[in-house]
């Protein structure tokens, strides 16, 4: 179903194409992506996985696994950036 409201169709029209390209491999279908404005960070979070991938939202280049190593227990399936005292979080669920 096509929604024909001006605030849809104008969206669309305002629509440019990235030149970033994803080059990373993934061992799985990407499930949610999560974009920390205070950080630029970008968020990608694989079915199934145990970890999730962290990269610059500028260049789109990959810059670490959080964790480093699989941990025990179920897949990360959420992320939230979290400020308290002075310090900087990623909470994940």
């Not at 799985?28 to 999730?52: C, P, Q, S």
Request: glycine share 4%.
């Amino acid at each position: 179903m096509v929604r024909k409201d001006k605030t849809f169709i104008d969206a669309i029209k305002n629509y440019y194409q990235s030149d970033i390209k994803d080059e990373e491999k993934h061992d799985t279908e990407v499930e949610n992506m999560i974009y920390i404005d205070k950080l630029k960070h970008l968020l990608v979070m694989e079915r199934d996985a145990k970890k999730f991938k962290v990269y610059n939202s500028k260049s789109g280049k990959w810059m670490q696994n959080v964790p480093e190593k699989n941990i025990k227990g179920g897949a990360i399936i959420a992320a939230d950036y979290i400020e308290m005292d002075n310090t900087k979080y990623v909470a994940t669920c």
